[in-house]
């Protein structure tokens, strides 16, 4: 029980911290906005996926809502229609990136967890580096490997079965197109 908590130790340690620092230091107020607004991005990192999905509710919540409670998104997509998506990957390795689609009168239309097998799916070759990006969200790792040519992105999951996480990996050509996909396994220290 204890592991568990310790996460949530360190948490409130780091905030006492810093609110003793900004006492301490005498800070302007741009200067304590900015250091509220890092401790607020901090903790949209850091905050488990039930926190930072919790109460969002299609046709009710607002955009603003969602920012205040997940923080500033990695990307941001706007359509002709007016509607927007914004793309919020869990951490640089983490097993989830939420896409958060924002109908045309600015209210939650549907979140949804890119990194599915029914999504990986969707990559065929001749894909862009755009189109994959739209559908999976920004890759945990970029290899590039100038001898082949070719560039490697990797996104770990949780795949289920023996090994539980994998990474799926969409390889491209030295024309940024899709040529072919992969999986490989998450390797452990011991």
Request: proline content about 5%; charged content about 25%; some cysteine.
């Amino acid at each position: 029980m204890l592991s568990r908590l310790q996460p949530l130790v360190t948490v409130a340690a780091l905030c006492a911290c810093l609110g003793a620092t900004l006492a301490l230091s005498g800070c302007d107020d741009q200067q304590a906005d900015q250091a509220v607004q890092k401790l607020k991005e901090f903790f949209n990192a850091v905050k488990p996926d039930v926190l930072l999905l919790k109460g969002l509710t299609p046709g009710v919540t607002t955009e603003a809502q969602i920012r205040d409670q997940m923080g500033k998104p990695e990307t941001e997509r706007s359509f002709t229609d007016g509607s927007r998506r914004l793309e919020y990957p869990r951490g640089p390795q983490g097993l989830a990136t939420y896409m958060v689609d924002i109908a045309a009168d600015g209210t939650l239309a549907a979140v949804t967890q890119a990194l599915t097998a029914e999504n990986f799916a969707r990559i065929r070759p001749g894909m862009s580096e755009d189109e994959v990006r739209r559908l999976l969200g920004r890759p945990g790792e970029v290899a590039v490997y100038p001898l082949k040519p070719e560039t490697v992105w990797s996104w770990k999951w949780h795949e289920g079965g023996v090994t539980d996480e994998a990474f799926f990996n969409v390889h491209f050509d030295a024309t940024h197109v899709v040529y072919t996909t992969s999986r490989s396994d998450v390797i452990r220290g011991h």
